[in-house]
């Protein structure tokens, strides 16, 4: 299995979800507190998928 580094935009998008779902954690943020845990999660999700797979 090769692994790939992730294009910066993939990176930088990943990044932004989950900071997002972090802060949204401790601050009160309308529809995003809510659904906090899920922000993380699909940010390292996503940052993962741009490891595995190749053009991500």
Do not use: D, Y
């Amino acid at each position: 299995m090769k692994l790939n580094a992730p294009k910066k935009i993939t990176w930088l998008i990943s990044l932004i979800v989950g900071v997002l779902g972090i802060v949204a954690f401790f601050v009160a943020i309308p529809v995003v507190s809510v659904h906090a845990f899920w922000f993380v999660v699909v940010g390292f999700v996503l940052l993962l998928l741009g490891t595995f797979l190749k053009g991500l």
